[in-house]
């Protein structure tokens, strides 16, 4: 008898439904996919923390979109704060992220810094993008409470009136790289037809069960490789009549950056403009904010 070798779960995204709370849910966890987009800026501790829950965030619902070509940007910015912007996306299984800070102010905050410390008065905003349609959803929330996933809570019931919960877990593998893990459960919408609208009820009693279980799930169980996310949801909600667990979204480091991209952008400039981004050998560099890669091109091939 040979032992069964248990590997890792990373870099994947499962959804599920309880058909009897009417409530959905998504549980992801990173591991490669978020380390090699932290290891392109080498962020300060907490702002790596940051940017690996906003990643995580940023897979739980992106992967919700049920149009393949469709877009989720996930945007938090301050006037004046320390960290000036965040954005985060996805787009068909692909995660890209940066943030940019002041690395001054920051180094006198310590490492532990809160949300409202790092973003002032911020906000965020929450962008569907559903290509095929061409509907667009956004919307935008005070960035008031203690965490990212906070702030998620808050944007599904104030621009959508559903109740919501967001838990993510920040752990490291065995090698000492980011691990990131995160779970999002959603009250489902009842029907309008004779019943009241969702938002106009004054409590929900199965969607208090729901998010009673989902809280009891620890961060560190959240972050853990060897966990299989399947397992999570069976612990949760093992006791539920039925949980229907649905297809898989394996997750990859995308950016959509190339020279043939970026020169069909700058070719759309007056050629007086062009001119004046090139530097005195004629070339143009652009420096690619979610991958920290520089792309430079001759003047003549873009004007070519």
Request: hydrophobic content about 40%.
């Amino acid at each position: 008898m040979t032992d069964t070798v248990r590997l890792p779960d990373l870099d994947r995204a499962i959804g599920f439904t309880i058909p009897d709370r009417h409530a959905r849910g998504r549980v992801v966890r990173l591991g490669s996919v978020a380390q090699s987009i932290l290891a392109a800026h080498a962020y300060p501790r907490p702002i790596e923390q940051l940017l690996a829950e906003a990643l995580a965030l940023t897979a739980l619902l992106g992967s919700t979109l049920k149009d393949a070509a469709g877009q989720l940007t996930l945007q938090a910015q301050t006037q004046g704060g320390i960290v000036r912007l965040m954005v985060c996306d996805y787009k068909n299984g692909e995660l890209r992220g940066y943030v940019d800070f002041d690395r001054e102010r920051l180094a006198e905050l310590g490492e532990t810094p809160s949300l409202f410390a790092l973003f002032g008065q911020g906000y965020l905003a929450i962008t569907f993008d559903q290509v095929t349609s061409g509907e667009r959803y956004q919307g935008i929330v005070p960035l008031d409470g203690d965490s990212i996933a906070a702030a998620a809570e808050s944007y599904f019931l104030q621009s959508e009136q559903i109740p919501s919960l967001v838990r993510l877990g920040l752990g490291f593998d065995e090698a000492g790289g980011r691990i990131v893990g995160g779970m999002f459960l959603q009250h489902l919408p009842e029907g309008e037809d004779g019943r009241e609208r969702l938002h106009t009820r004054l409590d929900h009693p199965e969607w208090e069960h729901v998010e009673a279980l989902g809280r009891t799930m620890g961060a560190d169980e959240l972050a853990d490789p060897m966990i299989p996310l399947e397992t999570i949801v069976w612990r949760l909600f093992n006791e539920e009549r039925e949980v229907r667990v649905l297809g898989t979204t394996d997750l990859i480091r995308g950016c959509r950056c190339d020279r043939e991209y970026i020169a069909g952008v700058i070719a759309r400039f007056p050629p007086e403009e062009q001119r004046a981004m090139a530097d005195d050998a004629g070339i143009i560099t652009v420096d690619c904010a979610f991958c920290a890669t520089k792309f430079p091109l001759p003047l003549d091939d873009v004007v070519a």
